[in-house]
């Protein structure tokens, strides 16, 4: 991929960085499990050169929200709820993580 400036100039070409996933992995909460999270070690990888996210293994039911993720210095952390908001529900089911890491 390249992507131009405004002024024509290249700003990013295929080797000017990397992307490589570090991890894949499924991540289940059981049905009614209290607010928790998850951690899952990833080392070498960081909020400076990492993101994760979680995409949906399968249908969504019901009780399945979007679980949420926190990039630590070798550690993503998974939430069952918004961590952020206190009178957030929990979520359930499984859902595959995946980790990249960038430079």
């Known amino acids: 991929m390249r992507i131009w400036g405004a002024d ?3 700003q990013i070409d295929e080797n000017a960085f ?17 607010k928790g999270s998850q951690d899952f070690s990833v080392p070498g990888v960081g909020p400076g050169n990492g993101t994760a996210f979680v995409i949906p293994n399968g249908a969504y039911a019901s009780s ?6 926190e990039m630590l210095d070798g550690v993503v952390r998974v939430y069952n709820h918004t961590r952020t908001y206190a009178a957030s529900f929990t979520s359930s089911g499984t859902m595959r993580l995946i980790v990249m890491r960038w430079s």
């Not at 399945?64 to 993720?69: A, M, N, P």
Request: charged share 10%; hydrophobic share 55%; aromatic share 8%.
């Open 8 to 10: 024509g100039a290249l």
């Open 64 to 69: 399945q929200l979007q679980f949420e993720t």
């Open 18 to 34: 990397t992307i490589r996933v570090a991890l894949s992995t499924l991540v289940t909460f059981a049905l009614g499990a209290n």
